[in-house]
């Protein structure tokens, strides 16, 4: 996992996001972030960890982001409104969804094979699942590891990583129950996680 990005997405005040896309206009992959110092939407330069703003969100705590490759739709969850919500990749406009019903959702991450959306409520250390017409959360079932944060597919769809700001840990989650499986510790708090799913590579970021 490379940990190169940090300020321009926030993770030294743990609260930034990044998601991996392929997008029609957009060079495949592309990385995003969002910066919540300055509520933009942000490209991430793999090879040199500069950031490209696109534009402001109109949201203040944008703490996950996910890319639903079915339906085009880049995802964002605003912990300052509680509300799932839809960005415009091209401007970085957010438009808001609905209340997820949640007030601390720190990880974010849509299958790729079916568009279920899967959340985190570091609150409870619970997995959820969110609604993506509503933004409504419903439980799926309890973490087992504290602090769970940044969720992400791998290139398969069948493996859901996080991480966990306080065991600083890479696990794995299963979209059935929550459960989680230690996969090994990683760099001090590392926040967000993506997937570049044409180079097979996992990338993190955070306050290291």
């Known amino acids: 996992m490379q940990t ?61 982001l996910a890319f639903d490759p079915l339906s085009t739709t880049l995802f964002g969850v ?16 957010g438009t808001a969804i609905g209340l997820t019903g949640l007030a601390s959702v720190q990880g974010l991450a849509s299958r790729p094979s079916d568009g279920v959306l899967f959340a985190t409520d570091t609150d409870t250390d619970t997995l959820v699942n969110l609604d993506p017409l509503t933004g409504l959360a419903t439980p799926i079932g309890p973490l087992g590891t504290p602090g769970i944060t940044g969720l992400t597919f791998d290139t398969t769809g069948n493996t859901l990583f996080a991480v966990s700001t ?31 799913t044409v180079n097979d590579i996992l990338y993190g970021t955070g306050s290291v």
Not at 41 to 61: E, H, K
């Open 166 to 196: 306080i065991t600083n840990e890479l696990v794995t989650i299963d979209p059935s129950n929550g459960a989680t499986t230690v996969v090994g510790v990683t760099l001090r708090n590392v926040t967000a996680l993506a997937f570049d």
């Open 4 to 64: 190169t990005f940090s300020r321009s997405i926030a993770a030294m005040l743990g609260r930034g996001a990044i998601a991996s896309t392929a997008l029609g206009g957009i060079s495949t992959p592309t990385l995003f972030g969002v910066d919540i110092e300055s509520d933009e939407l942000l490209v991430l330069d793999r090879g040199n960890a500069s950031v490209s703003a696109i534009g402001p969100t109109g949201f203040g705590g944008l703490t996950a």
């Open 78 to 93: 605003d912990r300052d409104t509680d509300q799932l919500v839809s960005i415009d990749p091209h401007t970085g406009a």
